[in-house]
């Protein structure tokens, strides 16, 4: 089976979302990018997360019982797609991508985007479908259900063709609309039409 190049990660279509210049940056022009303190809160935090998921019950994410895997590196060659799950809960109703995140406020578009990427790759590897994934927001300790319908996966596959044109084209993008994004950004010594 060929696979589909440049080969992208699941992140991609959640940073994609967030602001294109981010998968730029990664991939047409790599440069160094500064650590931010969203970051390093967040992966400190996660393992101390991992450690508590491993003894509670799933009453959090709504489901009487399953089997949790960590931090799964998952991969499909016919998409050209790969990531590492923070989480995934398969049950026999379903399988459910979760992803843990330091962040206060709901899950916004970026991130459903990006559990529909691990949806794609996971009715691949597994052949079940995948309807719903969580967004676990460590702050408020929160699981938000969201639900992963055809049009979002649907949607997922047309982004990954847009961020490949946008890598083999060398194609610059706009920045997003709200600069207030650009705050946090750990590219934003690079955008100077910005700041």
Same mark, same amino acid.
């Given at each position: 089976?060929?696979?589909?190049?440049? !080969? +992208?990660?699941? /992140?991609?279509?959640?940073? #994609?979302? #967030?602001?294109?210049?981010?998968?730029? @940056?990664? @991939?047409?022009?790599?440069?160094?990018?500064?650590?931010?303190?969203?970051?390093?809160?967040?992966?400190?935090?996660? !393992? =101390?997360?991992?450690? *508590?998921?491993? &003894?509670?019950? *799933?009453?959090?994410?709504?489901?009487?019982? $399953?089997?949790?895997?960590?931090?799964?590196?998952?991969?499909?060659? /016919?998409?050209? +797609?790969?990531?590492?799950?923070?989480?995934?809960?398969?049950?026999?109703?379903?399988?459910?991508?979760?992803?843990?995140?330091?962040?206060?406020?709901?899950?916004?578009?970026?991130?459903?985007?990006?559990? $529909? $990427?691990?949806?794609?790759?996971?009715? !691949?590897?597994?052949?079940?479908?995948?309807?719903?994934?969580?967004?676990? +927001? %460590?702050?408020?300790?929160?699981?938000?259900? *969201?639900? %992963? /319908?055809?049009? %979002?996966?649907?949607?997922?596959?047309?982004? +990954?063709?847009?961020?490949?044109?946008?890598?083999?084209?060398? &194609?610059?993008? =706009?920045?997003?609309?709200?600069?207030?994004?650009?705050?946090?950004?750990? #590219?934003?010594?690079?955008?100077?039409?910005?700041?």
């Amino acid at each position: 089976m060929e696979v589909i190049k440049p !080969e +992208l990660k699941v /992140s991609d279509l959640k940073q #994609y979302y #967030y602001c294109p210049r981010v998968v730029y @940056y990664q @991939y047409v022009m790599p440069v160094d990018k500064a650590v931010t303190y969203k970051m390093e809160k967040g992966k400190a935090v996660q !393992e =101390d997360l991992e450690a *508590l998921e491993k &003894r509670r019950k *799933l009453r959090a994410y709504g489901l009487a019982d $399953g089997k949790r895997r960590f931090n799964w590196w998952v991969r499909s060659a /016919s998409l050209g +797609l790969s990531g590492k799950l923070d989480m995934v809960i398969e049950t026999d109703e379903g399988v459910y991508p979760v992803d843990f995140k330091f962040t206060r406020g709901r899950p916004h578009k970026n991130h459903l985007y990006q559990l $529909g $990427g691990y949806a794609l790759i996971l009715e !691949e590897v597994l052949n079940r479908p995948v309807e719903k994934g969580f967004v676990y +927001l %460590i702050p408020q300790k929160d699981a938000v259900v *969201l639900e %992963i /319908s055809e049009e %979002i996966k649907g949607e997922c596959l047309n982004t +990954l063709r847009r961020i490949r044109e946008m890598v083999l084209n060398e &194609r610059f993008p =706009d920045p997003p609309s709200r600069r207030a994004k650009c705050t946090d950004c750990e #590219y934003q010594n690079y955008c100077r039409d910005v700041w």
